[in-house]
């Protein structure tokens, strides 16, 4: 049964790091792209970043230049480093899995973690 867990979210201070894992069970990761969701309180959900199995990115305008998106095969997990965070990056962020990456505006992934909550205020 292929799951994706989510960990690394918690508190932060505006302009301070996190990093957040994203580990694929059930099938191999190396098949396979990932995206980062996430949804604020009160908001849609909105796609963060994306990465094919072949390590093409992509990455929503509002946090270009500042998160980095990468893939450790090995490990089965993605990973999400976020820097220079903003209050308005507080949200519950989500990967999923599908065959390809479809675009930031896409939400139609085949399955879905259960969310990391990331919270960033002073």
């Known amino acids: 049964q292929l799951q994706l867990a989510e960990s690394g979210g918690g508190w932060v201070q505006p302009g301070g790091s996190l990093r957040l894992s994203c580990v694929v069970s059930g099938a191999p990761l190396s098949t396979y792209a990932i995206g980062w969701i996430r949804q604020a309180p009160g908001k849609d959900r909105e796609g963060v970043s994306c990465?094919?199995?072949?390590?093409?990115?992509d990455y929503g305008d509002s946090v270009r230049g500042r998160f980095t998106i990468s893939r450790d095969n090995t490990k089965n997990t993605v990973y999400l480093q976020m820097n220079s965070l903003r209050p308005e990056d507080t949200a519950i962020y989500y990967c999923a899995l599908d065959t390809l990456c479809y675009g930031t505006e896409y939400l139609g992934y085949d399955y879905w973690g259960q969310g990391t909550q990331v919270t960033v205020s002073s």
């Open positions: 990465i094919t199995s072949r390590n093409y990115t």
